[in-house]
Every structure is written in C-alpha cells, then in structure tokens.
C-alpha cells in the first residue's frame, strides 16, 4: 500500500510552506493550516488500528515528520507531538481511547513530565499545576500533563493501588495558556507554558507510560516511548537541514557575490560543502532507518527493546539532530550576506536547527550515556 500518510502531506506540502512566514509571525500553526494536515493523519500516527489508527510503521511515521518539517519546522514539530501522545492510546481504559483519540479530528498534546500535583479524590484526582513546552497545545483536542500523585499536603503519598505518576487528559477548553513563547526558533510551534487549577479529571482518564501494562498489545506499545520521541525530533530536525540544502542550491543558482560575475554556485567551496551537507543528511537518516527498523522488527514480533536497541535509536537520533544544525549552519554561511534577513528560509532553518538540538532527548550531554554503556559502565538505563 505504500506510507499513504506520506503521499497525502507531499501534496499539501507546498502549500503550508507558502504560510510559513506566517506561521512563525503567530507563533503558532493557523487553524486553517491545522484543518489541511488533520485529514492526512499526521498528528495521530501512533493510534492503533483497532482505533482506526492510520497504519504506519514507526520509520514511516519518521517519513512523515521529516516530510512536514521540510515544509515547515513547526508543522512538523507539531506533527511529531501529536503522534508521540497519540502513543498513550494504547495504555488508555477502551472508554477514554475510543474518546480521546478514536476519531480522525483528534489531535493530542502535553508534556509528560510531572510538574503539576494530583490529589486523589472520589472518582478521580484533582489536579493543579504548570506544564512548559506545551507545542501545538492550542489547537489540540485534548492536552495532557504529566503530574505527581500528593496528599492533602502536597507530599508525595502514591494511591494503595500504585497510582504516582500519572499522564493526565483533559480537554483544550479547562486549560489556561500562558503566552510565553518567544523564542529564537521553531516559534511557530506555540510550545508556551499552559496550566490548570483544582481541576478534576475522571477515574482512569490518565496513562502510566513505563508503570503499569498497556491496555493495548500491539507495535506500538511495545515501541520504546523515549526513542520514538527522540527518533521524531530527529526526524523534524533532517527535514529542516534538507530544507536549508535546498534553499542554498536555489539561492546559488541566483546570486552573484559582489564583485563577481558568476553565481554562487561557481564557487568551490560552495559546491564542497552543498556535498559535504547531503552526505551528512543521508548517514544520519540511514543510521536512525536501520536502529529503528530493528526496533520496530521486535516490536512486531512482540518482544521488548534490549537496552542495545533503544541505546542505537538514541545514538542515531541525538547524532542525526546535531548534524542536521551543522548542515543548516554551512548552508546559513554559504549562503552569506542574503542569509541574515528574517526573509531568507535560510535564516530560519538555521534559527530551527539549533532550537531543535537543544530538546532533552536529543540534546549534545545524551552522548556521554550512550558511550558508557558501549563502555561497558554502569549507567542507569532507565529512561532510554
């Protein structure tokens, strides 16, 4: 059948590009943008068939992000959120998938860290607090937030069931947005602050990623969550390094560096580094098809990542996302005096690139957990 998902962004893809001085002026994507990419199921990528789900394999879902964020970063990026939560379906009740996530419209989002308290109550918790990094949290359908289960006195006191650190869902219209996102790239991710106060959420309205079995058996919850994430952000970031190639083969066709008579593309220099760039893209985007085609293979057989695995779908995802900055940098600096106006695409893909290296997943310290465990030391794991 091919990555259907894929055929349907390549075709709208010119057009969300055509808004992307837009998107970054409004700091967040247009509904009307959002309403183009909702059909092609981008955003919820990650739902299983049984929820009529798209059915995409993990690399192809990849295809998708990198796709959408050649395009446009935030698109992208937003992409990526959506389909990384849609990942909680699978550890849903049957009553809060089918609502939260069932329907082609869905679009989810959050941070899943847990910054905010949730104090159980009759028939659910109730829930105060902060979350950062809220991307494409205004135009979800439902956000989430991760929270730390407290008594009445805001200890940590974990429910006799177990219940500590819940994943918790509510709809887009109980949340507060702080408007806070003003930032040097990705701007048009809308990724500020959002929060909630004494908020009620309903029993089992909530997932616990990595505490308690999913609901769902089936690839994707057996898929390491935090790889999945990490391999996305990646994703996001090659789009943008080929989006910033493109730009500078385009702009050195056209111009002539003053004082001379030939264009851009005339040069050396230029031409060593467009290939320097493209081989860069494509090692690392080869790296992180065969780390998470291997993990998606014992995914489908039903077993569980060895720590080998996921620490391959980190490696290839944290060295893809950094090269991708170096690849938009060259291309930023070859490009010269045209690059350092907001018009230029060229000045964007740089801002973009190097906002997306700074994600925890991917950010340059992940490297230092990666060569201990090739070194044979004791680290902790638990979180790849």
């Not at 002539?256 to 230029?270: D, I, T």
């Amino acid at each position: 059948m091919g990555n259907q998902v894929l055929d349907a962004v390549k075709q709208i893809g010119p057009a969300i590009a055509a808004r992307s001085d837009e998107i970054e002026r409004q700091r967040r994507l247009p509904l009307d943008v959002v309403e183009l990419i909702k059909p092609t199921g981008a955003f919820r990528m990650c739902v299983p068939e049984d929820l009529d789900g798209p059915g995409v394999t993990a690399w192809e879902s990849l295809e998708v992000m990198e796709e959408l964020a050649y395009h446009d970063g935030a698109a992208g990026w937003c992409s990526m959120i959506g389909s990384t939560t849609s990942l909680m379906s699978s550890w849903l009740p049957d009553q809060y998938a089918q609502e939260i996530f069932g329907t082609r419209d869905a679009i989810g989002g959050g941070f899943a860290m847990p910054t905010a308290h949730a104090v159980p109550v009759d028939g659910g918790l109730r829930v105060s607090g902060r979350w950062p990094w809220g991307s494409g949290t205004q135009h979800c359908t439902w956000i989430g937030g991760g929270c730390l289960v407290v008594d009445g006195d805001g200890r940590p006191s974990p429910r006799p069931d177990g219940l500590i650190s819940p994943f918790v869902f509510f709809p887009r219209s109980e949340a507060e947005f702080i408007d806070n996102w003003d930032v040097s790239g990705l701007s048009g991710t809308g990724s500020g602050d959002y929060q909630v106060t004494d908020l009620f959420i309903p029993e089992g309205r909530w997932a616990q990623h990595g505490l308690d079995e999913p609901v769902r058996h089936n690839s994707w919850s057996q898929l390491s969550f935090y790889g999945l994430l990490a391999c996305g952000v990646a994703a996001c970031a090659v789009g943008i390094g080929r989006r910033a190639v493109a730009e500078l083969v385009d702009l050195a066709g056209e111009k002539k560096p003053q004082g001379s008579s030939r264009s851009l593309a005339h040069r050396a220099a230029v031409q060593a580094d467009v290939a320097i760039a493209e081989a860069k893209l494509s090692a690392g985007w080869s790296f992180m098809k065969t780390a998470i085609d291997g993990a998606w293979a014992t995914a489908e057989e039903g077993g569980v990542q060895t720590t080998e695995q996921k620490r391959l779908l980190r490696l290839s995802a944290t060295q893809a996302t950094q090269t991708s900055a170096e690849v938009a940098e060259l291309m930023y600096k070859a490009g010269g005096g045209a690059a350092v106006y907001r018009t230029s695409p060229l000045q964007r893909t740089f801002r973009d690139a190097f906002v997306a290296t700074q994600h925890a997943m991917v950010a340059p310290r992940t490297f230092e957990t990666y060569g201990r465990l090739r070194l044979g030391l004791e680290t902790d794991a638990r979180h790849l």
